[in-house]
């Protein structure tokens, strides 16, 4: 498989290779953890860009990205 670099829906032949050796159970980890550290990376994010907003409006809008996206 060819790799392009501007489409990240592209996998590298030597990392599908990585999680077809992989577990059901360790790919779903490896997926929580890839979903949690986004979480964490756009909750940061609208704390730095709203400072104003109170813990819940931040969640929510946490929520609402992460869900539906920002358009």
């Known amino acids: 498989m060819r790799t ?3 489409d990240p829906d592209i996998v590298d032949d030597d990392m599908a ?6 577990t059901p159970l360790e790919r779903l980890r490896v997926a929580f953890g890839l979903w949690t550290s986004t979480r964490n ?3 940061r994010l609208l704390r730095s860009q709203h400072p104003d907003w109170d813990d ?3 969640k929510a ?3 609402r990205r992460m869900s539906h996206g920002t358009g």
Do not use: Y
């Open 4 to 6: 392009d670099n501007r």
């Open 41 to 43: 990376m756009v909750e």
């Open 56 to 58: 819940r409006t931040v």
């Open 17 to 22: 290779a990585v999680f077809r050796d992989k």
């Open 61 to 63: 809008e946490v929520g």
